[in-house]
Structures are given as C-alpha cells and as structure tokens.
C-alpha cells in the first residue's frame, strides 16, 4: 500500500501543479452554480440541492473522463507506462494510486459546492437527511465515472480518444434506462438496473438503498480491475 499512495500524493501533485484541473473544477463549478440559482430563484422553490445534484451528475459525465484521460494514456503517449510497470510496483498498485489521485481531485471540486448549501442554510430551512444522502450520492457517482474514465484512459495512448471513449461509456449507462422505459417484463427491470441515473435518483430524493451503494462500489471495483488487466495485457506485447 505504500506504493499506491506514493503514486497517489505524485499524481495529486501533478494535477494541481497543471492548469487542466484547475479549468475543469472552474467550469464545473460555475455550471453547477447556473442551475443551483435557476433552481433556488423559481416560484415556490424548494430549500434543496435536488435540482443542483440531478444536474451535476449530468456535468460529472463529461467532468470525469476528462480529469482521468491523462492518468494512463499519457504515460503510453511518453513511453514512461513501461518503465513504470518494470519497477518494482505491481499493477494494481499503479491503478489504484492514480485512481486515488484523480477521486481526491474530484472530492476538491465537489468539496466548493458545500457553498451552495450553506447559502440554503443561511436563506432556508434545508433538511439535513436529504443533503447527506445526496452528496453521498453524487460521490459513488463520481466515483463509478473516474472508475471509468481510467480504464478509457489504459486503451489509448492518445488522451482525446480515451475522454471520447469514456464519455461514451458513462453516456450509455446513465441513459440506458431510458431504453429500459420503452420495454416490458424482465428486459425493462434489467436494462434499467445497469442505469446510473435510475440508482442515483433515490439518493437525490434522500433515500438510502444499500443495493445503490453496492451498485456504485461494484462498478469501481469492476472496472479497476479491467483497468490492471488492461495494463498486465501490455506485458505479453
């Protein structure tokens, strides 16, 4: 373990030492802080960060792939990936400190919004279940997209193909439940039980299902390990 977080604190290093998480945290922020005030300045609005989260998971699709597309695709671009693989750190050792890196850059990120509900609190009577439950939310989600984004990034080299590919990943299963709604029977429950969104909406209504945290933490688990078989498939080239 004291590899993995040896390679952690070096990628956390690296991503606030480069303007890239910068400028995605910023855009983030400011379009999650567009819907928030939408949100807060509607008739009858509710002291709630519903609207805000809903939309933020929408952001996280694109927000993910393009914080992880650098972990591993430019160290292939560089030629560094071998030399790291032949030192003596095992591949899942890699995977999972960078993996590290890129969910502590994304818990920064998330970590400003906690203004939004301190304006709630400061102008409203927010209940505190709901919050909870919905940051909790929002944090397997994001956690589940850099799983993702991570695993695009061990495909390619290149690191606009692996935000392409991982967008396409994370598109395609926050959406699939929308197929799942224009069917019947077994194939609508199992379509829509792959579906990010369908799983991640309880949590934004402040209900908590130990099945939708088994869920999230399966898909991290699930496709780190596609990550660590991607990269030892690199040693039998």
């Given at each position: 373990?004291?590899?993995?977080?040896?390679?952690?604190?070096?990628?956390?290093?690296?991503?606030?030492?480069?303007?890239?998480?910068?400028?995605?945290?910023?855009?983030?922020?400011?379009?999650?802080?567009?819907?928030?005030v939408f949100d807060m300045t509607r008739p009858f609005a509710e002291a709630s960060v519903r609207g805000?989260?809903?939309?933020?998971?929408?952001?996280?699709?694109?927000?993910?792939?393009?914080?992880?597309?650098?972990?591993?695709?430019?160290?292939?671009?560089?030629?560094?990936?071998?030399?790291?693989?032949?030192?003596?750190?095992?591949?899942?050792?890699?995977?999972?400190?960078?993996?590290?890196?890129?969910?502590?850059?994304?818990?920064?990120?998330?970590?400003?919004?906690?203004?939004?509900?301190?304006?709630?609190?400061?102008?409203?009577?927010?209940?505190?279940?709901?919050?909870?439950s919905a940051y909790l939310g929002l944090i397997l989600y994001g956690a589940a997209a850099l799983a993702?984004?991570?695993?695009?990034?061990?495909?390619?080299?290149?690191?606009?193909?692996?935000?392409?590919?991982?967008?396409?990943?994370?598109?395609?299963?926050?959406?699939?439940?929308?197929?799942?709604?224009?069917?019947?029977?077994?194939?609508?429950?199992?379509?829509?039980?792959?579906?990010?969104?369908?799983?991640?909406?309880?949590?934004?209504?402040?209900?908590?299902?130990?099945?939708?945290?088994?869920?999230?933490?399966?898909?991290?688990?699930?496709?780190?390990?596609?990550?660590?078989?991607?990269?030892?498939?690199?040693?039998?080239?």
């Amino acid at each position: 373990m004291r590899n993995t977080f040896i390679i952690a604190w070096k990628e956390t290093r690296s991503y606030f030492s480069s303007p890239t998480a910068y400028v995605v945290g910023a855009m983030f922020l400011v379009l999650t802080g567009i819907f928030f005030v939408f949100d807060m300045t509607r008739p009858f609005a509710e002291a709630s960060v519903r609207g805000f989260i809903s939309w933020a998971t929408f952001f996280i699709v694109f927000l993910a792939p393009l914080l992880s597309m650098r972990l591993l695709a430019e160290e292939q671009k560089l030629g560094t990936l071998e030399l790291l693989l032949t030192s003596p750190v095992r591949d899942w050792e890699v995977v999972v400190g960078k993996y590290l890196a890129s969910l502590a850059t994304l818990g920064a990120t998330l970590a400003f919004t906690l203004f939004y509900v301190l304006l709630l609190f400061v102008f409203g009577d927010p209940d505190v279940g709901p919050l909870l439950s919905a940051y909790l939310g929002l944090i397997l989600y994001g956690a589940a997209a850099l799983a993702i984004g991570i695993m695009a990034s061990s495909l390619s080299g290149n690191q606009i193909v692996a935000a392409v590919v991982g967008i396409g990943i994370l598109l395609m299963l926050s959406n699939v439940d929308r197929i799942g709604a224009l069917l019947d029977g077994v194939a609508a429950d199992v379509i829509s039980g792959i579906s990010m969104n369908a799983h991640f909406a309880d949590f934004s209504r402040g209900v908590l299902d130990s099945s939708h945290v088994v869920y999230f933490v399966s898909l991290v688990a699930v496709f780190l390990f596609i990550t660590v078989r991607s990269l030892e498939t690199r040693r039998w080239r």
